[in-house]
C-alpha cells in the first residue's frame, strides 16, 4: 500500500471517468482501500428508508467514494493538476509541486 499524498480539504482535478475535467475538494480520503470522496464527483441516488427523523423517505443525492488514481492535486500557487513530491525540511515532510517546485503545504 503506498502512501496517500492527497488530504482532506485539498483541491484536485478529475483526470478520469464520467467526471473528467471537474475541480473539486476533497471530503474524506480513505487510504487502506485507496478512496476518496470528492465534492460534487460521482453523485449517486440513493434509496432512503422511512424512518422517524425522515418519515418521508425517498431518494437523496450522495458523493460516493473513488479510486485515488482518478484524481491529481492541483496546485495553489499556479493551479495546474501536478503529480506530488515529498521533501524534508527540518526533519518534517513537505509535499512539493512538480510543475513550478513551490511547497504545498
Known sequence: MAKFRIKKGDHVVVIAGKDKGKKSRV??????????????????????????????????EREMPIHISTVMLECPKCHKPTRVGIKRVDGNRVRVCKQCGKDID
Open 27 to 60: 471530503l474524506r480520503a480513505y487510504p487502506q482501500s485507496e478512496r476518496v470522496i470528492c465534492e460534487h464527483v460521482a453523485v449517486a441516488k440513493k434509496a432512503m428508508r422511512p424512518t422517524q427523523d425522515n418519515p418521508q423517505g425517498g431518494f437523496q
